[in-house]
């Protein structure tokens, strides 16, 4: 049998599911608040790293970006965000450019979920202090099916481009 050779979108797919192993490998630990939901493979298994809000440039609206990693064998929905640093925290999603706030994100069984520059991302409104780099945010992220998770969110320079990435 004669194997079709690879396409530019079946080498990009590749580089892409490389390119998430490696952000995984990275992201174990930086910012994790631990798990949520059922042990052993039939349910949600859902723990966070990677998290960061550049210093705002604003005084009252902030964005924040991290990654919801699921290892269990059920998908999962983060439905909402919430911290007392901020009046109100939107999720939004990013295509083609423009930013649409949606009202929950797709968690995938044995994936990730991932809010990243440029892409999808969190927006911290109606800030009840400016945070400066150093400073620590206390988020709770709430679930349509696991127990909420709290993170701690490092606030880094406005300038900050993690090596992950996003």
Do not use: W
């Amino acid at each position: 049998m004669k194997r079709p050779t690879p396409t530019g979108r079946h080498l990009a797919l590749t580089g892409i599911a490389i390119t998430g192993a490696l952000a995984l490998a990275g992201c174990s630990g930086s910012g994790s608040s631990g798990s949520s939901g059922s042990s052993g493979s039939s349910g949600a298994e859902l723990s966070v790293g990677a998290s960061y809000m550049p210093q705002p440039v604003s005084a009252d609206m902030a964005a924040g970006f991290l990654t919801i990693t699921n290892r269990g064998g059920t998908k999962d929905e983060l439905t909402s965000v919430s911290s007392d640093s901020a009046g109100e925290i939107t999720m939004h999603e990013t295509n083609g450019g423009a930013m649409e706030e949606v009202t929950s994100f797709a968690v995938p069984a044995h994936g990730q979920l991932v809010f990243k520059s440029g892409g999808n991302h969190l927006m911290f409104e109606k800030l009840k202090r400016r945070p400066e780099q150093g400073d620590t945010i206390t988020l709770k992220l709430k679930f349509a099916k696991s127990g909420p998770l709290t993170v701690e969110m490092p606030v880094k320079s406005a300038t900050y481009n993690p090596s992950t990435g996003h």
